[in-house]
């Protein structure tokens, strides 16, 4: 089954205290992003990943940082979180096969900063 | 910044019957394609159906359709026979493999 896992699903913690979002996906994917959602907007994209070691910034990348180390996994860094990182990430993977797109998204992890 | 409109933040279709769901952009990029999104209220993220730049006919997902019009920048979801489960969030995004822009999203409602 096609799936993309995000841990932790909820998550409180405090301003200044690192944290680290996991994400990965069984489908061998090449492309992988990461989005925030905040109330009253559509998805907004922090970073993305068109392969292994190589990574690029989105729209709102401030505060954030990647990695992609292995294929399957694409995880959210925040070195140093602040109030108005308080939001609801989206891990997704993508891949265009076959003439056909497919993608897929995390289940969210929403995430207070206090 | 890439602006998307979707001028319809909330709508009614009755069970059954078709609905259009609008969105334009302002991108000046020719290879942006366009993908369009289904948020339910339960908060997961559906990828729908994409169609790229220079795809020469409008992209088709069982009941889904795109109304692709690169000159105008305008590119429709078409849900044909609405269901009680198409109850959702939409959200249309133009852009590339790699990178997209979300508009703001348009709240559909489906009355039995």
Redesign the interface.
């Known amino acids: 089954e096609a799936q993309v896992t995000q841990n932790p699903r909820y998550l409180i913690t405090v301003t200044g205290k690192k944290l680290t979002v996991t994400c990965s996906q069984n489908m061998n994917h090449e492309y992988m992003s990461w989005y925030r959602q905040d109330p009253g907007l559509g998805l907004r994209q922090i970073y993305y990943s068109m392969n292994v070691e190589v990574t690029d910034k989105g729209d709102v990348p401030e505060g954030y940082k990647v990695s992609r180390k292995e294929k399957r996994n694409f995880p959210l860094i925040l070195e140093s979180p602040s109030p108005n990182q308080t939001s609801l990430y989206f891990c997704a993977s993508s891949e265009h096969r076959d003439g056909n797109y497919e993608q897929y998204f995390g289940p969210g992890t929403r995430l207070t900063v206090t | ?1 890439q602006k ?1 409109t979707q001028t319809q933040p909330g709508m009614f279709v009755q069970e059954k019957e078709a609905v259009t769901l609008d969105c334009t952009y302002d991108t000046s990029d020719p290879s942006y394609g366009l ?1 369009w999104y289904k948020q339910p209220s339960s ?5 729908l159906i ?1 169609q790229g730049s220079y795809d020469q006919q409008n992209a088709t997902e069982g009941r889904y359709s795109l109304n692709f019009q690169k000159a105008r920048k305008s590119a429709n979801l078409v849900i044909s026979a609405s269901q009680l489960g198409d109850s959702a969030m939409y ?1 249309c ?1 133009p852009g590339g ?9 348009t709240k559909l409602q489906v009355i039995p």
């Open positions: 910044a998307i993908f908060g997961e993220m559906i990828f994409y959200f995004a493999y790699q990178k997209v822009t979300f508009g703001t999203g």
